[in-house]
């Protein structure tokens, strides 16, 4: 077990902080720029056979290296997503997921051990949370995947477990050391970060001007709609949540997509679906100004614990057309991974009940 508590997370440190600390153990400056490359590619500094003895050891007093293990791997034979439940230095598990597009593959990471957003149809936050992921570990997603697929990742989406505003510092680091050009090396027009929409986070990544691509998880017309499934709208509601995507338009001049997750008779009707025209319309648009406004309709993934059930497929086309009509962008979110329940949060809770079951 490693001692994450006292020692310094090797992959947390972006190259300035890496040499920092090489040069606080007397060692030379440029070794930084040999090691941090190799971390990067999943080699602990025992592997990194043009590091010396000496260095190694003194790396280990103070610091530790440790990348998420694979437990479980699902593998779709329908298309190829493959779905990771990884375990941290410390035991807890979270889930990566890959899916293969033409242009490449995108990971979808998770950023916490469980969430506490409360969202009423989502399977990661009915334990709350546990606790948040490092720099290092959100990294080291991407890094164990890279190295159990063979393959490189080409995007990120920060879809998976937990809130990533609410974990926002080791964001804002793992955005750092993933665009490092001597790391993973992925460009920040090849991140994608989602929200459910925590108002004064949203206005602090504007100000860092990163050019992601933010997703705003909306899911409802109102507020009255969306207080009843998601809990964060009685702190900020749609308008507020809505004024702060302008500001982060204002800043950045990058797209903002909207996720729209179906539920029969809760969100799905063609009068909510003009309504959200109508509200996105007013609020992000003036005559002056188009701002380009995409919508990702999410049939929801049924989870066994919320009840909610999934809209059926004439109603997701009506919805969808509607949206169109009024001069918004609508995409049906394919279900990837269908043989494998590729939607987040469902695999680390399986295994957490498997091993209730057990003891
Ligand atoms: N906390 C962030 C990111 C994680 S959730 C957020 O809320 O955006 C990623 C996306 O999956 C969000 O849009 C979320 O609302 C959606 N989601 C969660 N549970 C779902 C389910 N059961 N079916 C469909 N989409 C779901």
């Not at 890959?98 to 990471?109: F, L, Q």
């Not at 964060?232 to 500001?247: P, S």
């Not at 309504?275 to 990702?296: G, Q, W, Y």
Request: charged fraction near 25%; aromatic fraction near 6%; hydrophobic fraction near 40%.
């Amino acid at each position: 077990m490693q001692d994450t508590n006292t020692k310094v997370e090797l992959l947390s440190l972006l190259p300035d902080e890496l040499a920092e600390l090489l040069v606080s153990l007397g060692e030379p400056k440029y070794r930084a720029g040999q090691i941090f490359p190799q971390l990067h590619r999943g080699l602990s500094p025992d592997d990194m056979t043009n590091v010396g003895k000496v260095t190694r050891a003194k790396l280990a007093e103070v610091a530790y290296y440790h990348l998420p293990q694979v437990e479980r791997k699902l593998v779709s034979a329908i298309d190829g997503t493959v779905k990771l439940l990884f375990s941290l230095s410390d035991g807890n598990c979270v889930e990566s997921v890959i899916m293969k597009y033409e242009h490449g593959n995108t990971i979808c990471i998770s950023s916490q051990v469980g969430c506490r957003m409360g969202c009423r149809f989502c399977a990661s936050t009915i334990g709350g949370r546990v606790r948040d992921l490092t720099a290092g570990e959100l990294l080291g997603q991407v890094i164990a995947a890279q190295k159990e697929l063979g393959e490189r990742i080409d995007n990120i989406v920060m879809m998976g477990i937990g809130e990533p505003l609410d974990n926002f510092d080791a964001v804002v680091k793992f955005l750092r050391l993933v665009n490092e050009p001597s790391g993973i090396c992925i460009g920040y027009r090849h991140i994608s970060l989602s929200t459910c929409g925590l108002v004064d986070k949203i206005d602090a990544l504007a100000q860092l001007n990163f050019p992601i691509t933010l997703s705003i998880s909306l899911h409802a017309p109102d507020d009255e709609t969306r207080s009843a499934i998601m809990p964060i709208n009685n702190r900020w509601g749609v308008d507020e949540l809505l004024a702060a995507c302008r500001r982060y338009y204002a800043v950045t001049t990058r797209r903002i997509s909207f996720e729209y997750t179906l539920i029969s008779g809760k969100n799905d009707s063609v009068e909510q679906a003009e309504k959200l025209a109508r509200l996105l319309n007013s609020r992000l648009r003036s005559r002056s100004d188009t701002m380009p406004i995409h919508v990702n309709l999410i049939p929801v993934n049924e989870v066994t614990e919320t009840g909610f059930v999934r809209s059926g497929e004439r109603a997701v086309r009506a919805f969808a057309a509607t949206l169109e009509k009024r001069g918004i962008r609508a995409t049906v979110r394919r279900k990837l991974g269908p043989d494998i329940n590729a939607a987040c949060g469902q695999l680390r809770r399986a295994a957490a009940k498997e091993s209730e079951n057990k003891e």
